[in-house]
């Protein structure tokens, strides 16, 4: 499985855009990249996934460039209830997932 | 709606006493089932998975064991707790078929006096 590197933590405020990157260099042909967003005390919600090049929903969008060594989840417009851990992972066929630290996103007014 | 319920949420037990927690869930047929651990601001550890009945895989040896008496019923269990045993619990399920999002509980955090 794909090994991934995220910043630990981040800043950010009301109503701005938020981006954040994933290193996934060693990522396998059939890995796909799944991010997961975690509230204090709560169970892990899948936001998003994708393979190669863009893919949005109601959410987040979600970019992968050509050689899949990195991705990045956009956030648009967060609000102070996006405050939480949001884990990348590699996720192959077998669909074992393997959680990192994750990032912690602290949303200010 | 596909729903999963784990119980109890929290649970407070003694070294050395027994464990339970069951996760169940509702509104699909024959799903992978998972079971992790958290510690304290960590990531999630795998601990156990399952793709049918009396079918479990274990990905961490330790003193807890895994059991899915039905299909849609998940358990984990241990005879014998330890301090270190103590965390965040988290039971999930995917649809069968390689990368399904996973979904999960609310957890059972587990301490042990």
Known sequence: LAKTTQPISMDSYEGQEVNITCSHNNIATNDYITWYQQFPSQGPRFIIQGYKTKVTNEVASLFIPADRKSSTLSLPRVSLSDTAVYYCLGNNAGNMLTFGGGTRLMVKP | ?113
């Open chain 2, 1 to 113: 709606s596909q729903t999963i319920h784990q119980w109890p949420a929290t649970l407070v037990q003694p070294v050395g006493s027994p464990l339970s927690l069951e996760c169940t869930v509702e509104g699909t047929s024959n799903p992978n089932l998972y079971w992790y651990r958290q510690a304290a601001g960590r990531g999630l550890q795998l601990l156990f998975y399952s793709v049918g009945i009396g079918q479990i895989s274990s990905e961490v040896p330790q003193n807890l064991s895994a059991s899915r008496p039905q299909d849609r019923q998940f358990i984990l269990s241990s005879k014998k707790l330890l301090l270190s045993d103590s965390g965040f619990y988290l039971c999930a399920w995917s649809t069968q078929g390689g990368f399904a999002p996973q979904h999960f509980g609310d957890g059972t955090r587990l301490s042990i006096l």
